[in-house]
């Protein structure tokens, strides 16, 4: 983001949102190690990548913030979050272990958390969008999130229903 990205912004924007971490904690690589092996294995790397993002996403954050900040001083600058992939009340889900969907679901709140902190510690916003997203989950029925789909790349991403109102509606409440 910051060697792509940054140079769009100047003195004249006033918004500038973001989502960040997915990535930085190998997200894709370990909804495949969820799919693919044991639920111990699964949570495992769920661990190993919290450890991960907890040691150095707060100042890679704290970095990008001030990045953004020095690009685009008259913005408001709004951090979104993630939403959770599993309604763990329904008790019957397909697919994965209910222990995997625990621990999924840990991990974003753990992502979440940490983009929340450094959104107030750097004088950003944080959008959250995790209620929006309750009871549209995974195994839902008419969730708002694609689950294991082809092309892989649609894979736990939202669905353009999921876009229109689980986070149009928390990033409007903000910006």
Excluded at 70 to 84: L, R
Excluded at 87 to 110: E, F, M, P, T
Aim: a negative charge; one cysteine or more.
């Amino acid at each position: 983001m910051i060697s792509s990205q940054l140079s769009a912004l100047s003195s004249s924007t006033t918004l500038v949102s973001f989502t960040i971490g997915g990535n930085d904690a190998g997200f894709s690589s370990i909804m495949e190690t969820c799919v693919l092996s044991s639920t111990s294995t699964c949570e495992s790397r769920i661990a190993a990548a919290e450890a991960s993002i907890n040691a150095t996403l707060p100042g890679n954050l704290r970095t990008l913030i001030s990045d953004v900040r020095a690009h685009a001083p008259n913005a408001k600058i709004v951090v979104v979050g993630y939403p959770d992939f599993y309604d763990l009340s329904v008790s019957i889900c397909l697919g994965l272990s209910r222990g995997d969907h625990q621990a999924i679901d840990a991990g974003i709140n753990d992502l979440d958390g940490l983009l929340a902190s450094a959104a107030a510690s750097n004088g950003a916003v944080f959008a959250d969008p995790r209620s929006r997203f309750s009871g549209h989950e995974l195994c839902d029925g008419a969730g708002w999130l694609n689950s294991l789909t082809l092309p892989i790349g649609n894979s736990y991403h939202p669905t353009a229903t999921g876009q229109k109102n689980g986070y149009l509606p928390v990033f409007s409440a903000v910006a």
